[in-house]
């Protein structure tokens, strides 16, 4: 059974067979439009989403599929069922599982249920993210291999997924954190074992010298509210301003998962940048997903 915990769990190849067909459903969006006829996915989330969940939602309307959105608070989960016996049960009604988790390890329990599992993202991971960011990546600069991309701020979910997706595509990383919150290293250690090119620095100004691309995410992610105050004060000098993205390559795209804390992480002016493809990134969502559920449900 395929599942889509992380990028890892996919070869280049599948990688790149899934980029080539999110590109042709982006071109042509009404093709396969029966493709998932009688299909439904079960979208379980432990936390917000607007683009995961929608993105998903529409993707599988498109494809002639259903997709159930279940707040975990909302099912017997949020009254002491285990994550595997909700697996179970699901698993007799719909033919895939969407989670948005807090532990990571809730993923690995969901797949005894016996039907495919996607990450739409975990404390460790976000592959789905990674997936329209490289998509993204090739749309702007017409190819992944040997692009430098400078991630700044926290060492999170979303930058380990673009390690993952640097190993598989050959894009080339150079990671500017703060101490204490650099990538985990057994993620770092992976990516390079499989060739990726990723430079770890504390420095936002070397990292993002003449790079492609400029990426950064929010300094708290979901769950880590209470830290807001003290992360804000540690990430400051991480901010990706009008200043800092001018030193890289002058036609650099700017890249960001969303939602954004502008002013914090970003400010309005490069966001809002004629080169920033933010837009064109969250919409990439769709188009990638859409091509990993055909691919998983085998359509
Ligand atoms: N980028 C992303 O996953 O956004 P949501 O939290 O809105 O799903
Ligand atoms: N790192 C962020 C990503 C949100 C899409 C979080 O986990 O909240």
């Not at 993204?136 to 999170?156: C, F, M, P, Q, S």
Request: proline share 3%; hydrophobic share 45%; with cysteine.
């Amino acid at each position: 059974m395929k599942h889509f915990l992380s990028i890892m769990d996919w070869t280049a190849g599948e990688i790149a067979g899934l980029l080539e067909l999110a590109a042709e459903l982006k071109a042509n969006r009404g093709s396969r439009r029966d493709a998932l006829r009688g299909r439904t996915l079960a979208m379980i989330f432990q936390k917000p989403s607007t683009r995961t969940r929608v993105s998903f939602e529409a993707g599988m309307a498109q494809l002639g599929g259903t997709a159930l959105h279940l707040a975990a608070a909302d099912l017997q989960l949020g009254r002491g069922e285990t994550v595997e016996d909700t697996a179970r049960v699901l698993a007799r009604y719909t033919d895939a599982i969407l989670a948005r988790v807090f532990d990571h390890h809730d993923l690995d329990r969901l797949t005894v249920g016996g039907v495919p599992v996607v990450n739409g993202l975990s404390d460790r991971l976000h592959p789905c993210q990674a997936l329209a960011d490289v998509l993204t990546i090739r749309e702007h600069k017409g190819k992944i291999e040997g692009i430098t991309v400078a991630y700044l701020g926290d060492g999170n979910n979303v930058c380990h997924s673009l390690i993952n997706a640097a190993a598989r595509t050959g894009l080339n990383l150079r990671i500017a954190a703060p101490p204490r919150f650099e990538p985990y290293p057994d993620i770092l250690a992976a990516a390079r074992d499989g060739g990726a090119e990723i430079e770890l620095t504390t420095d936002a100004v070397e990292a993002v010298q003449g790079a492609d691309a400029v990426y950064t995410d929010v300094w708290a992610s979901m769950g880590q509210e209470d830290e807001a105050a003290q992360r804000r004060e540690i990430f400051a000098p991480y901010r990706v301003d009008e200043d800092l993205f001018a030193q890289a390559a002058p036609d650099a795209i700017f890249l960001h998962c969303l939602p954004a804390h502008r002013g914090d992480e970003v400010t309005d002016a490069v966001i809002d940048h004629a080169r920033s493809v933010v837009w064109d990134q969250a919409e990439n969502r769709m188009h990638t997903e859409k091509a990993l559920l055909l691919t998983l449900l085998g359509a």
